[in-house]
């Protein structure tokens, strides 16, 4: 078995925000972002109270590393952009605010590259805010831990990522909430499982004492390693153990504009951009793909933006399918037990919903309410 449950986003329990802020950890928060910006410039070009349209014109986000400024950087160009089919705005309206709580953006690049970054930034519109937090939010506001409030409808979250919640519930070792695994990426005393991705603390046997970032090149090829590790135990084959250096981080600014560092050395600007599409390319899985991407990146070159908004998404993902038996996780990490129960069953036909309501959302409570599920085939309330 492989353990590569990932990880979540972490709102370090603060009260309303899994409720209230919108996560960029999937293309589905993309689109949920999108639809948002679309839907608060539709409301702004309506209203006509001059302080309910700013906090409608008005975007945070939270976490300065190389999600938030991606995040911050596209819904900037992208309001900007669509401002032009709303005749009732203008730019000077808009408001978009970064809020990072070191002293410098993007510190994994180093201090030349975030200063480079936040310049950018800010002759593009952006407001930058250092060495601050997002303490607490409303519906029409969000309060920074230097006693600012800023009225604003919304808030992207990218200040942090959890391992998966199921991870804390597994009897294993772990160090910082994620599964220790060995240098062959095999969990200690749990014979043939496995831990790979943002979930597994991988041990650098390079660095005696530190472990591997949870990034996705080295997910990518924990991955490999691991294939050719069950295939070795297996075959009776002598195991590989897992090593390596990150070969460079890279950041699109938007407009054609990036940051890189590779292999030591730093590159911005038009060239950082190119490789930074250049590299994601490359990791698509068929060539068919690539093409597709490579055309319509070409479209995007070439013509405005599409302003059209997808919110018809259903804002769910199954967690668990068995037989008749869904789990399904929502977009604030409470889980729903769905089971459909036969015709000839004597609690009736149709289906039956469990809800952890009362459950509080970081216990594992619930997850006893899916087991039972599973292991009677049945409903059962708690």
Same mark, same amino acid.
């Given at each position: 078995m492989v353990i590569a449950l990932g990880s979540v986003t972490n709102f370090y329990n603060l009260p309303g925000f899994p409720e209230l802020a919108l996560a960029m950890k999937s293309l589905r928060d993309a689109i949920q972002l999108r639809a948002r910006i679309l839907r608060r410039l539709e409301e702004a070009n309506s209203e006509c109270h001059p302080t309910d349209r700013q906090s409608l014109l008005t975007f945070v986000v939270a976490g300065g590393g190389f999600a938030g400024v991606e995040t911050v950087a596209a819904l900037n160009d992208f309001a900007r952009q669509a401002l032009r089919f709303y005749p009732n705005l203008c730019e000077e309206m808009l408001r978009v605010i970064l809020v990072h709580s070191g002293p410098i953006i993007l510190p994994e690049l180093g201090e030349s590259l975030g200063r480079y970054t936040q310049k950018v930034l800010v002759r593009r519109g952006v407001e930058v805010r250092l060495n601050t937090r997002v303490k607490s939010m409303t519906e029409n506001s969000v309060f920074l831990g230097d006693s600012v409030s800023i009225p604003t409808r919304t808030l992207v979250w990218t200040a942090g990522t959890v391992p998966s919640p199921l991870i804390f519930s597994l009897p294993c070792a772990k160090e910082r909430g994620r599964v220790v695994v060995n240098q062959f990426l095999a969990v200690p005393d749990w014979p043939n499982v496995w831990a790979v991705g943002d979930c597994a603390f991988v041990p650098d046997i390079q660095n005696p004492?530190? *472990?591997? +970032? +949870?990034?996705? &090149?080295?997910?990518?090829?924990? !991955?490999?390693?691991?294939? &050719?590790?069950?295939?070795?135990?297996? @075959? !009776?084959?002598?195991?590989? *153990? /897992? *090593? $390596?250096?990150?070969?460079? @981080?890279?950041a699109s600014l938007g407009r054609?504009?990036?940051?890189?560092?590779? $292999? !030591?050395?730093? /590159? *911005? !600007? /038009? /060239?950082?951009?190119?490789?930074w599409r250049t590299v994601y390319l490359s990791k698509l899985p068929s060539l068919d793909k690539k093409v597709r991407v490579a055309f319509d990146w070409t479209l995007d070159l070439l013509f405005p933006k599409d302003v059209c908004a997808l919110d018809d998404l259903d804002h769910r993902r199954d967690f668990h399918r068995q037989d008749d038996t869904r789990i399904t996780m929502e977009n604030n990490g409470d889980y729903q037990v769905t089971v459909r129960q036969p015709a000839h069953s004597s609690m009736g036909t149709g289906l039956t919903r469990i809800e952890p309501a009362g459950i509080e959302r970081d216990g594992w409570a619930h997850l006893k309410i899916a087991e039972r599920v599973i292991a009677c085939g049945q409903a059962e309330r708690v």
């Open positions: 004492g530190k *472990s591997h +970032p +949870p990034t996705a &090149q080295h997910a990518i090829r924990e !991955g490999k390693v691991v294939a &050719q590790n069950i295939a070795a135990v297996l @075959l !009776g084959r002598r195991l590989k *153990s /897992f *090593s $390596f250096k990150t070969i460079g @981080l890279l054609r504009m990036g940051v890189a560092r590779i $292999f !030591g050395f730093n /590159f *911005s !600007g /038009f /060239f950082a951009w190119w490789m």
